[in-house]
């Protein structure tokens, strides 16, 4: 898929792999060119209410930032607090856990937004470096900054599933919102816990510095995912700048 922005021309591709553990899929995702955009959503556990937050938050956004004016910090933070209500109402219904993460970059002719609600992430590669631009919104991610315990430790293991921010949480918390400029050449990558968890640093490096095709990246990333073990879901998309 191939768009514009800021005057850099943009190619985009996203895959999934249902991995090992899951009978079905509760990913989600969305690319699109009105406006250049990379989404994805995790449905957190496996259950009905997995899906329907996944579904109705992928849906509510990608509404969302199609319409005139939505995109920018204003605009983005309402479009994640109708979608909480909605996810919410939904939860109230099931009687169950219904939730999901939302990380999303969106493009305008300024850059690019990045959204953040949990713990999927988007990285950027640049002249070599990655460095991933999103925070985990977990008790292992304030651990690990605050020294409460070893990042290889048990007790690091289990807060990874205790989310302190997601879809659906009954407080509505707001989500990061982040401008970047990307240059030529930046690749970044959206994706799910399925592929942060499971690719090192090093890999996943090399995989989105290994060519230009985005759709050769995604498949590369998901095939690592399910040889890395396939323990989740795991989802990806990347998005290439050039001039």
Request: aromatic share 6%; hydrophobic share 45%; glycine share 12%.
């Amino acid at each position: 898929m191939e768009a514009s922005s800021g005057g850099l021309r943009v190619r985009m591709a996203v895959g999934s792999d249902v991995g090992r553990r899951y009978r079905d899929n509760f990913d989600v995702w969305h690319v699109g060119v009105a406006p250049p955009c990379a989404v994805v959503a995790d449905g957190m556990g496996d259950g009905p209410g997995s899906a329907a937050a996944g579904r109705i938050t992928m849906a509510a956004f990608v509404d969302a930032i199609s319409a005139p004016g939505a995109v920018g910090p204003a605009g983005l933070r309402a479009a994640v607090a109708t979608i909480q209500s909605r996810v919410n109402v939904e939860g109230r219904r099931l009687g169950e856990l219904t939730g999901c993460t939302l990380s999303a970059l969106v493009l305008d002719d300024t850059g690019g937004w990045i959204v953040q609600v949990g713990d999927s992430r988007v990285y950027r590669l640049r002249d070599g470096l990655l460095e991933l631009l999103t925070v985990d919104h977990t008790a292992a991610w304030l651990g690990a900054v605050y020294g409460w315990y070893p990042a290889d430790s048990p007790q690091a293991a289990a807060a990874r599933y205790r989310l302190t921010r997601y879809i659906g949480h009954p407080g509505h918390p707001e989500p990061d919102i982040m401008h970047v400029a990307p240059r030529p050449g930046d690749v970044f990558c959206v994706c799910t816990d399925g592929v942060a968890e499971q690719l090192s640093y090093e890999l996943l490096g090399r995989r989105l510095g290994a060519g230009s095709d985005p759709a050769a990246i995604v498949d590369a990333i998901v095939a690592d995912a399910r040889q890395a073990g396939g323990s989740d879901n795991a989802t990806a998309a990347v998005v290439c700048f050039r001039n």
